[in-house]
């Protein structure tokens, strides 16, 4: 159930951005339109966005993002599988969430618009922040 950042764990299926409303449409009552957080109809997104955050230079300062903070791709796919959506978590196909993981990153210009995502392209995608962190056991990596 565990995916590590070199992908290892990831399920053998695939995914690209939804060009199908219903996938967006999960998504939205959580971190608005396109995940700029924001107004919903009528009601405000209760979870922060999912794009955006300057680059962190004063990491108690920082507003931390997906884009700006996450050091793997890999682990919005580990996280999105376990956690999404709040009231049915792991209710979502390894497809669906390959979908909303290209998504995501399409929406922080990661990615291409047209990219699929899978076992063997997540784990290519060099997150802003990787950098970032000190790996606890950097020759596991």
């Given amino acids: 159930m565990s995916i590590n950042p070199d992908g290892k764990g990831l399920p053998p299926a695939g995914g690209r951005r939804p060009r199908r409303p ?4 999960k998504m939205r009552p959580y971190h608005g339109p396109e995940g700029k957080g924001g107004v919903t109809g ?3 997104s209760p979870l922060p966005p ?3 955050g300057d680059p962190i230079t004063d990491i108690s300062a920082a ?3 997906i884009a700006n903070f996450w050091p793997y791709s890999t682990t ?3 996280y999105t599988r376990r956690a999404m959506r ?3 978590p792991t209710t979502l196909g390894n497809d669906e969430v390959y979908a909303l993981t290209a998504y995501i990153l399409a929406l ?3 990615i291409g618009e047209n990219d699929t995502m899978n076992a063997q392209t997540l784990p290519k995608v ?3 922040n990787r950098d970032g962190f000190i790996a606890v056991s950097p020759n596991a990596m």
């Fill in 22 to 25: 219903h996938l967006r449409r």
């Fill in 86 to 88: 709040w009231q049915q």
């Fill in 108 to 110: 922080n210009k990661l």
């Fill in 126 to 128: 060099k997150m802003p």
């Fill in 63 to 65: 507003v931390k993002r």
């Fill in 50 to 52: 999912l794009i955006g």
């Fill in 42 to 44: 009528v009601t405000a």
């Fill in 76 to 78: 919005l796919f580990d």
